[in-house]
């Protein structure tokens, strides 16, 4: 007789390898403790599962998807930010050692290991011993695993700069633009178009969309810049064409 109350564990790391095959006892042996397949375990299931499945619907109800504005390929200044279980992986590859020249090393060569690693870690590890603190390198490798993943996905979330991916992602309708008024000739001959774009809805910088920016602050803006981001002198040209230009992106700015 071994361990467990007279039963003998199948399948167990703990039986000793010469304990032969022990076939698996019949339900008759357990009078009172089994319960018919069909209908009632099945029933019971399914009443398990139709409470998640309401629960479920209710939090999709409950919470809007985070939709973002639709995807626009030309903006070249989008900061595209994967889900949060990939993180850690993204996080990664912002790293030197692990970026640019040595993409490879960062992108398949440490996931790789650790996932080659995990395959193979029954074959690796064949130690009969199961508590932790008795297998310090398995131990010690999950931790270093966790600690990584979690420190990971941590420095990603602190640098991900949120407020302008927000600004970025956010719908805006779409307005028209005249875009045979001087005014919009004069922005499209100008550096800003590349930064704030064709339709003002914004690429590098801000869009301009629905913000009501006075004249005044376009013209102060164009020639002072706000540093760091939006350059100074961004503007070339004349006083008059500068105030022509100030009017027309106040007009289009208009809510
Ligand atoms: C190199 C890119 C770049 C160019 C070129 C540029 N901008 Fe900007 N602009 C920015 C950025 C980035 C910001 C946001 C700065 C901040 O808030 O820190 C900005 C902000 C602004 C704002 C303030 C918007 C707001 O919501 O308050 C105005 C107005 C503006 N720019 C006008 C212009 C005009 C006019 C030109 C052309 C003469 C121009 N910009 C050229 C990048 C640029």
Redesign the pocket.
């Known amino acids: 007789m071994h361990r467990g109350k007279g039963m003998k564990f199948v399948g167990d790391s703990r039986v000793p390898k010469n304990s032969g095959f022990v076939p698996p006892k019949d339900y008759s042996e357990y009078p009172g403790k089994t319960e018919a397949f069909l209908p009632n375990f099945l029933l019971k299931e399914w009443m398990v599962g139709a409470v998640f499945l309401v629960g479920f619907l209710v939090l999709t109800m409950a919470e809007p998807s985070p939709l973002e504005a639709e995807a626009d390929p030309t903006k070249s200044g989008y900061i595209p930010l994967p889900d949060w279980y990939f993180l850690f992986l993204y996080q990664l590859l912002k790293y030197p050692y692990a970026a640019g020249h040595y993409k490879v090393i960062g992108a398949i060569i440490i996931p790789g290991l650790a996932l080659v690693g995990l395959l193979l870690a029954p074959w690796l590890d064949r130690g009969p011993e199961r508590r932790p603190l008795k297998r310090p390198v398995a131990t010690g490798l999950m931790l270093l695993a966790i600690v990584s993943v979690f420190y990971l996905t941590w420095e990603s979330t602190v640098s991900h700069d949120w407020k302008q991916a927000a600004e970025q992602g956010k719908i805006v309708k779409k307005v028209s633009i005249d875009k045979n008024s001087k005014g919009y000739k004069i922005?499209s001959s100008?550096?800003?178009?590349?930064?704030?774009g064709q339709n003002l809805e914004g690429q590098?910088?801000?869009s301009?969309i629905g913000?009501n920016?006075p004249a005044s602050?376009?013209e102060q803006?164009?020639v002072k810049?706000?540093?760091?981001?939006?350059?100074a002198n961004?503007?070339k040209g004349s006083k008059k064409d500068l105030k022509t230009?100030?009017e027309f992106?106040a007009k289009s700015s208009k809510k």
């Open positions: 922005y100008q550096s800003c178009v590349n930064c704030h590098v910088g801000p301009f913000k920016i602050l376009v803006v164009a810049g706000i540093p760091p981001k939006m350059p961004a503007f230009l100030a992106i």
